[in-house]
């Protein structure tokens, strides 16, 4: 679930109602296929956002301080502003773009009509649900040939079927929050459906699954009421997966193992144990035993809405309060989706942002962190790249591979990201573009480690494709992800 609040103070859930008047902050579209803006826009940044001296984004001062003490407490309050950096920065950016105050933070650089026929294709339609509601879906596709004759330096045509990704958001949020994460697939030759739930709860695994039926119809193998996907003729049917946020995420976790036409599983906050603690309300719950078969990563965060004190060591947790989900208030481990799969001998990873909050994933105020949107693209992409592309293209594999258990970040995200970061008001005015000011975060050279929680650890449980050696850790952080 998501909570609305004003800059740097989240508080109550947010109703759909009130995300619907907040429509003012971003041009919505309309159904059908919009007509692509005129000339060339967002294209990548002219320099590396990056804020010289930076103590978030340099090594900690000190790795491991005794809890409580003074030491631990500074570490603790320097990782508090860490976990607000990208919220405060909104005040550098146009009111225009972002007008102050305004929940949830609709990033005016993501606005599909703005980029659509210029960084790839995109249209919106309705599908019935299993009771007849409709359900609003973005269909994001990569430019083809002939396609986006704008098309920026660093991103390539490319032709179907593709590979695809279904997107489900969380609990009393919505799909325009994904906007990111559906653009940069669809850049890296994704399409990419996401889908917005027709309830604000207890529906999402329902919702969800109806527009997988829908995505494999065809008109040949309709659904029951006729209806069939527009874009069957685009799909790579052998290579489809599913991500999602909080509740979206433990959807995914549920729906990757039972439906066995999806193949790879990305749950932003979290990866959810299926056979253990089952909490969530979906409208479905897992079956007893369920089989774990889909390789899955879960990325998490450090807090939930709201950076809190860390009085002691959260890990291992004391108690838990959130079952098998690893999100939410109260001491939890955030690793038990992770120790399924694991155990299980199917490939998982966990990777804890440095400073992420439950909001850095859909910008919904609150705690939101300066790298934590890239963080999560980056390792979005490279298990996608891994687990849906690479099991018919060795190459891809191996690369893919090499960006989820490298020991620094290369620009494979970066040439993707358009999202809201610093401004450059100079550069703006000197282009006579407002849009042109916006200097997005980069990870391109930034090491691993400093980007990783030093609270909670991230892990690995992979295969390495060719030669099938596995490589475990327990601390990717300390250790890396080391074949054996």
């Known amino acids: ?5 004003v800059p740097l103070t989240p508080a109550v859930p947010l109703p759909l109602r ?6 003012s902050t971003a041009a919505l579209v309309a159904c059908g296929t919009p007509a692509p803006t005129s000339a060339p826009v967002a294209t990548a940044p002219a320099a590396p956002a990056r804020a010289p001296g930076d103590a978030c984004e340099r090594p900690i001062d000190n790795d491991t301080p005794a809890p409580g003490s003074d030491a631990w407490k500074a570490r603790d309050a320097a990782n508090f502003q860490c976990a607000r950096q990208r919220l405060a920065d909104l005040a550098q950016q146009p009111e225009a773009f972002f007008p102050p105050g305004k929940m949830p933070v609709l990033d005016a650089y993501r606005v599909p009509t703005r980029n659509a026929g210029v960084r790839f294709r995109f249209e919106q339609v309705t599908t019935p649900n299993r009771s007849g509601q409709p359900i609003t879906v973005e269909i994001y596709r990569p430019c083809a040939t002939g396609d986006c004759p704008n098309l920026p330096a660093g991103l390539k045509r490319v032709d179907g079927p593709y590979p695809t990704v279904v997107i489900v958001h969380g609990g ?3 799909r325009r929050l994904h906007w990111s994460a559906a653009q940069v697939l669809a850049e890296a030759g994704y399409m990419t459906v996401s889908l917005e739930t027709t309830a604000p709860m207890n529906v999402h695994a329902l919702d969800t699954q109806d527009v997988v039926d829908w995505v494999f119809a065809t008109p040949q193998a309709p659904l029951a009421n006729g209806g069939h996907f527009p874009r069957w003729q685009d799909l790579d049917r052998k290579a489809v997966g599913i991500a999602g946020h909080s509740q979206g995420g433990s959807t995914a976790s549920l729906l990757g193992q039972t439906d066995s036409r999806l193949s790879a599983i990305v749950a932003w906050d979290n990866l959810t144990a299926l056979n253990t603690g089952w909490v969530d309300k979906l409208g479905t719950d897992p079956k007893p035993g369920t089989a774990i078969r889909t390789p899955a990563i879960g990325i998490g965060a450090d807090y939930y809405f709201k950076p809190v004190p860390y009085d002691a060591a959260p890990e291992p947790a004391p108690s838990n309060a959130q079952g098998g989900r690893g999100r939410g208030d109260g001491p939890h481990p955030k690793d038990l989706g992770f120790q399924e ?4 001998g199917v490939d998982t990873m966990l990777v804890m942002p440095r400073a992420a909050t439950h ?13 934590g949107e890239a963080v999560i693209q980056y390792y979005t ?3 996608f790249d891994r687990y849906l592309k690479g099991p018919r293209d060795a190459a891809v594999a191996r690369d893919a591979y090499r ?3 490298a020991s620094t970040f290369d ?8 999202s809201q970061g610093l401004y450059d008001k100079a550069a703006a005015t000197a282009a006579g573009d407002p849009y042109a000011g916006n200097r997005p975060y980069t990870l391109d050279g930034q090491p691993v480690r400093d980007r990783l929680s030093f609270y909670f650890a991230s892990r690995c449980s992979l295969t390495e494709p060719g030669t099938g050696a596995k490589a475990t850790s327990d601390d990717l952080r300390g250790r890396g992800c080391p074949a054996r």
Do not use: E, Q, V
């Not at 679930?1 to 609040?5: D, N, P, R």
């Not at 799969?341 to 299980?344: E, G, M, T």
């Not at 620009?411 to 358009?418: A, E």
């Open 341 to 344: 799969l694991k155990a299980a």
């Open 359 to 371: 909001l850095d994933y859909s910008l919904f105020g609150g705690g939101t962190s300066r790298y």
């Open 172 to 174: 009393y949020s919505s």
């Open 1 to 5: 679930m998501l909570s609305s609040g």
């Open 403 to 405: 960006r989820l258990t």
């Open 18 to 23: 009130r995300i619907a008047l907040l429509a």
């Open 381 to 383: 992409l490279a298990w």
């Open 411 to 418: 620009g494979s995200i970066d040439r993707h990201n358009i």
